[in-house]
């Protein structure tokens, strides 16, 4: 006859992934003329539970190089950008939300940059990104059980067995070897 009983364990509860494509501007020191590369770098960023909801802080460091001078000089310019994104995840049933609950967070798709545009001296572009999160938190599984037990072994009494060992000693022959040699 089966019987089912609950295991209660960490597992991934709820797990989702979100794309973000956001417009920043950065002011330069000079009339840039072209841009000439745009790199984003120093990508950090941690996962907080708040309600039934998922934040996500992050930084990273935009630079872009650009021309100027009517191309005849470059300079990079610098910018360090924060940002917190909300994630709505749906927790899976039998999810204990306590507050042991871990976020992990990761990077499907690193920042980079997009659309870049001029306008005197303000670069305007866009940083398209894509970030996954799971929580894992406790749940309950059933697992089917069973209650007949294995057949026990038979053993023997500690009497029984210095008995045994009390019989082997009395017919052991000591000159055994000495007699068929």
Not at 52 to 75: C, E, H, L, Q
Not at 90 to 100: H, Q
Not at 127 to 136: A, D, Q, T
Request: with cysteine; glycine share 6%; charged share 35%.
């Amino acid at each position: 006859m089966a019987f089912y009983k609950e295991i209660v364990a960490k597992a991934v509860v709820g797990k989702g992934k979100k794309y973000f494509k956001n417009s920043y501007s950065l002011d330069t020191e000079y009339d840039p003329t072209t841009v000439l590369g745009c790199w984003v770098i120093n990508h950090k960023f941690k996962g907080d539970k708040s309600d039934n909801k998922v934040g996500v802080d992050g930084t990273f460091d935009i630079n872009i190089w650009y021309s100027y001078d009517g191309d005849s000089k470059t300079a990079v310019a610098s910018k360090t950008i924060n940002y917190n994104d909300l994630f709505n995840i749906k927790i899976r049933d039998d999810a204990d939300l306590s507050d042991d609950t871990d976020i992990i967070v990761r990077a499907l798709k690193q920042p980079t940059c997009s659309d870049v545009k001029l306008d005197g001296k303000t670069i305007s572009f866009n940083i398209e990104k894509e970030l996954g999160v799971e929580i894992v938190g406790e749940t309950k599984m059933k697992v089917e059980t069973y209650e007949d037990e294995e057949p026990w072994d038979e053993l023997t009494s500690d009497d029984e067995v210095e008995d045994s060992l009390k019989e082997i000693d009395e017919t052991v022959d000591e000159n055994y070897l000495e007699k068929h040699s």
